[in-house]
């Protein structure tokens, strides 16, 4: 292929999954990108409900149109006690993937100056000027490139910073019985064997006879499929489901580090999504650091030359991730007795504030202290004289 035959745009996204789709979106609505040409690469078509994303939110946003369940109250539970938490003023909204790829899809389609191909990246290479995308079919240039292909070995092959994997399986089941209670989700259930990890069952429960019921553990190591689907199956007797349908199952492992992966972004190419660090590193959400996130990066590429290594900014609330990460990392059997002092007494709205990052340090101080001191003082000296 010579020179003249390489399409070259102005913005190339490789990966369009959650990060891309968001920025995309966007950029659409701002108008301020008409004259851009886009290309976003991915080697799915984005066609089958992957996964399904929950997030707390005040108010109404531009994703309330895909929103498919809402719930007011959450219930935290040990197996010493239960507490139902009242979420207000925040709402725990569901929307499932597949209905987030059509939304946006068919706005993209809308637009003449994006195109979506279905092709693998297989190389990356940026030079002065521009920077070079190799698919499995074809190469493209462009000026900007905004990557979200996560590259597992860039935090495994460190050890300054601790990788644990929020990673689970789900199974949505239809039980022959009403036996949820669809006005409340199970956010953390440590009622199950710990067995030296930080394990809970998530449950998003549809209807008195639907939910989604997830094993799931923050740790370093996956287990073997059967042991999550051996769980759920346990969890579910214990409910008094005893004939159910599994409707669908989802997996996932999603890294939590405090790893820098923005130290990666370059003049040209800018990481996103979790390969760029948008996951929230202490509990692997992502939807809604994404969704801040993807606007900040909207306005940035308004800026005049915007420099992609400066879109970053550290902030105290990484911190205080390094800090929980370096205790479940030596002792992953802590993460009930944590998350339980935490939710015991502690009002949930400001959790949530402060997971959001949106808290004043008087704010943290109420929400740190309702943590067990002394992990928390060892980490502290542990990670400053590192
Ligand atoms: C099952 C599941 C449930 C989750 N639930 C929640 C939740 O409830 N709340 C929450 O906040 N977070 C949740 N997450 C975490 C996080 O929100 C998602 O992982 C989110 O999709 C991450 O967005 P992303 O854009 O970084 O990556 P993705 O959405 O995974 O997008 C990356 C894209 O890159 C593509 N790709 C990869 N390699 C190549 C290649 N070589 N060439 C071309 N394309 C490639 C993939 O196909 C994908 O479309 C969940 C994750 C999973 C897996």
């Known amino acids: 292929m010579n ?14 999954g959650l990060a891309s789709l968001m920025t995309v979106y966007k950029m659409i609505l701002s108008d301020k990108f008409r004259d851009k040409s886009i290309l976003l690469l991915d080697h799915d078509s984005k066609k089958i409900n992957d996964r399904t994303w929950c997030f707390w939110e005040k108010e109404e946003s531009i994703w309330n149109s895909i929103i498919s369940k809402k719930w007011d109250s959450a219930l935290f539970a040990n197996e010493n006690f239960k507490r139902d938490l009242a979420l207000k003023p925040y709402q725990y909204n569901q929307i499932k993937g597949l209905d987030f790829y059509n939304f ?7 637009h003449r100056n994006i195109t979506f191909l279905n092709e693998k990246v297989t190389d990356i290479n940026e030079l002065e000027t521009h920077v070079f995308i ?20 860039f935090a495994l092959s460190q050890t300054k910073y601790p990788v644990l994997q929020q990673h689970f399986i789900g199974w949505f089941v239809k039980s022959d019985v009403d036996v949820f209670d669809p006005k409340q989700a199970t956010f953390m259930d440590f009622s199950v064997d710990q067995k030296g990890n930080t394990r809970f069952i998530y449950v998003l429960p549809t209807s008195k006879t639907e939910a989604l019921i997830e094993y799931t553990l923050f ?56 390969a760029g660090g948008w996951t929230k590193a202490s509990t692997g959400y992502t939807f809604k650091n994404s969704d801040r996130k993807s606007s900040e990066l909207v306005d940035f590429l308004q800026h005049e030359d915007p420099k992609m290594a400066v879109f970053h900014k550290k902030n105290r609330f990484w911190f205080y991730d390094l800090l929980l990460l370096d205790i479940l990392h030596r002792h992953n059997e802590l993460g009930s007795a944590i998350f339980s002092s935490l939710f ?5 709205a400001l959790i949530f504030k402060f997971l959001d990052e949106e808290t004043n340090l008087i704010e943290d101080l109420q929400v740190i202290l309702k943590c067990p001191k002394l992990p928390f003082i060892k980490a502290l000296f542990r990670v400053i004289f590192k």
Do not use: A
């Open 3 to 16: 020179s003249s035959q390489i399409k070259h745009f102005d913005y190339i996204f490789t990966g369009t």
């Open 104 to 110: 946006v899809f068919e706005e993209v389609s809308k």
């Open 134 to 153: 190799g698919t499995e079919q074809s190469i493209y240039t462009c000026n900007y490139l905004f990557n979200s292909i996560y590259t597992k070995t």
């Open 219 to 274: 740790s370093e190591n996956l287990l073997p499929k059967e042991e999550y689907e051996n769980e759920i199956q346990k969890y579910l007797e214990k409910l008094g489901v005893l004939h159910y349908e599994i409707l669908e199952k989802e997996q996932g492992s999603i890294p939590m580090t405090c790893y820098p992966f923005w130290k990666k972004n370059t003049k040209r190419v800018l990481n996103i999504g979790t």
């Open 344 to 348: 015991r007494k502690g009002n949930p």
